[in-house]
């Protein structure tokens, strides 16, 4: 063999390790699965996947209307005047995978859990009562004429993104207008979950919560200091518990659940956006509308199994690398004449999704009703829109797709692989459709600060209403 070529081996070799947060790839396996996917297992450019719309096209005004019954209304009217810019890519089936254990745990869950009938939380088959811990996805098969598929999906989503780990994240959010950036805030953003751990990550939960946070914003100085406390419980019947420390008046008040849906420090994002959706289901009442086809907003590199690398950090958990500086939002491209938060690195990729509609039981609650889009594979949530008390849509919160990336954990941590999403950007939109505005979240623009998951919080000491003061100014 050459030495040229030899060298060419080598460093494909040093590439494939650092994709995979310097996990050991042999025959292209990790952890016993094929990683990278087998680029084969895509759809070649040119594959129709639609009257007129292939894959590698580009959907703009020229031809948006051949994807008019792929995209919510509002999300389509942007590709007709070129707000939106995307192209269309593939993203096959078969290529989530999880932790070892994770997966073995989904495998059990065949047949395990049911809704109750009232109050729509997850119970036992066998004695009708909510489970003591629910490990893996709960509902991995869901029958398509069942009719309450929507809610099993949404339940999936939860536990599907809970596993993902607790995390500390310094991100940004940021309030939009169609010509740029007007306003943005740093948020230093703390998540305890309970359920749907790992054991090695599992914590006492005397008090039975499903999860804990804590969100203080550190810009800017209008809003600096001011922190937000949630309790979120696995009991159906009792709701958040929520404080704010506000500096202005120095002193800690509770607030009432029904304000997680009003917008987060003056923006269009409500803290029951979440990830994609975040409010408690047992506070509304579900109807699963079907199964549909449709486009959803994908990053292109991460589906393909180039997500960038996930980074040991020695304190516990693991940190995201973005080292491709990708715009994610239109604002940050040069030359962009789209609106300014539109997924300019995004992908189109057509997939398969459970539509459900859900009516809050608070009627001080912001919205009427919210309709869920959710990945029937992936579990990952895609357009969440929000109505009004009238049934005229107001929002839509819009969220990016990603694949699941193998991190090798160190030996002096127990050693071994953890799977969870990777990627070199982050977008997730809520917009605000009559005022012609959005609201990003999950951008940054110090790669050092903590972005970091399955990490270890200290919960007695962390999430605590004292802690408030504390956080503050």
């Known amino acids: 063999?050459?030495?040229?070529?030899?060298?060419?081996?080598?460093?494909?070799?040093?590439?494939?390790?650092?994709?995979?947060?310097?996990?050991?790839?042999?025959?292209?396996?990790?952890?016993?699965?094929?990683?990278?996917?087998?680029?084969?297992?895509?759809?070649?450019?040119?594959?129709?996947?639609?009257?007129?719309?292939?894959?590698?096209?580009?959907?703009?005004?020229?031809?948006?209307?051949?994807?008019?019954?792929?995209?919510?209304?509002?999300?389509?009217?942007?590709?007709?005047?070129?707000?939106?810019?995307?192209?269309?890519?593939?993203?096959?089936?078969?290529?989530?995978?999880?932790?070892?254990?994770?997966?073995?745990?989904?495998?059990?869950?065949?047949?395990?859990?049911?809704?109750?009938?009232?109050?729509?939380?997850?119970?036992?088959?066998?004695?009708?009562?909510?489970?003591?811990?629910?490990?893996?996805?709960?509902?991995?098969?869901?029958?398509?004429?069942?009719?309450?598929?929507?809610?099993?999906?949404?339940?999936?989503?939860?536990?599907?993104?809970?596993?993902?780990?607790?995390?500390?994240?310094?991100?940004l959010i940021i309030w939009v207008s169609p010509t740029g950036v007007e306003r943005q805030s740093l948020q230093d953003v703390y998540f305890q979950y309970y359920e749907n751990q790992a054991p090695k990550y599992r914590v006492p939960n005397p008090a039975n919560f499903s999860w804990q946070s804590l969100a203080a914003a550190k810009t800017p100085a209008d809003l600096q200091g001011t922190v937000a406390l949630s309790y979120r419980y696995r009991d159906p019947a009792q709701r958040d518990q929520l404080w704010t420390y506000v500096p202005?008046?120095?002193?800690?008040?509770?607030?009432?659940?029904?304000?997680?849906?009003?917008?987060?420090?003056?923006?269009?994002?409500?803290?029951?956006?979440?990830?994609?959706?975040?409010?408690?289901?047992?506070?509304?009442?579900?109807?699963?509308?079907?199964?549909?086809?449709?486009?959803?907003?994908?990053?292109?590199?991460?589906?393909k199994g180039d997500g960038g690398e996930l980074k040991w950090v020695e304190s516990g958990g693991w940190r995201q690398e973005w080292t491709r500086n990708i715009p994610a939002a239109g604002y940050q491209k040069e030359g962009w004449k789209g609106v300014g938060w539109a997924p300019v690195s995004a992908g189109l990729a057509k997939r398969k999704f459970w539509v459900v509609e859900g009516v809050p039981d608070d009627r001080y609650y912001l919205f009427g009703k919210v309709e869920l889009w959710i990945d029937t594979e992936s579990w990952i949530g895609s357009f969440n829109r929000k109505f009004s008390w009238k049934g005229e849509v107001l929002n839509t919160y819009q969220v990016d797709g990603y694949l699941n990336h193998p991190a090798k954990v160190p030996d002096s941590d127990g050693g071994g692989y953890e799977w969870f999403w990777s990627s070199q950007h982050a977008w997730q939109c809520a917009e605000a459709l009559k005022a012609n505005r959005a609201t990003l979240a999950g951008l940054r623009d110090d790669l050092e600060l903590p972005f970091d998951r399955r990490v270890r919080h200290k919960t007695d000491q962390l999430f605590d209403v004292g802690t408030l003061s504390r956080f503050g100014k």
């Open 248 to 303: 202005a008046l120095r002193r800690v008040r509770a607030v009432s659940p029904a304000n997680r849906s009003d917008g987060f420090l003056g923006s269009d994002l409500s803290q029951d956006d979440g990830n994609f959706f975040d409010a408690k289901p047992e506070d509304f009442k579900w109807k699963t509308i079907g199964i549909k086809e449709a486009f959803r907003f994908v990053d292109p590199d991460s589906i």
């Open 1 to 171: 063999m050459g030495v040229q070529m030899l060298g060419r081996r080598v460093l494909g070799v040093l590439s494939l390790l650092a994709l995979l947060g310097h996990a050991e790839a042999e025959a292209g396996t990790v952890d016993g699965r094929e990683w990278p996917p087998d680029p084969s297992k895509y759809e070649p450019v040119g594959t129709e996947v639609a009257p007129g719309l292939k894959i590698g096209d580009t959907l703009d005004s020229k031809n948006a209307q051949t994807a008019k019954d792929l995209l919510p209304p509002e999300i389509l009217k942007h590709f007709q005047t070129d707000e939106y810019v995307n192209t269309v890519v593939s993203w096959p089936l078969g290529l989530i995978h999880h932790d070892t254990s994770y997966e073995a745990a989904t495998k059990e869950n065949a047949d395990k859990y049911a809704l109750d009938p009232t109050t729509g939380t997850i119970v036992e088959k066998s004695t009708g009562k909510p489970p003591e811990y629910v490990y893996g996805t709960p509902f991995p098969t869901i029958d398509a004429s069942d009719p309450q598929g929507g809610l099993k999906a949404l339940w999936n989503q939860f536990h599907g993104y809970w596993n993902t780990g607790s995390y500390n994240f310094n991100a």
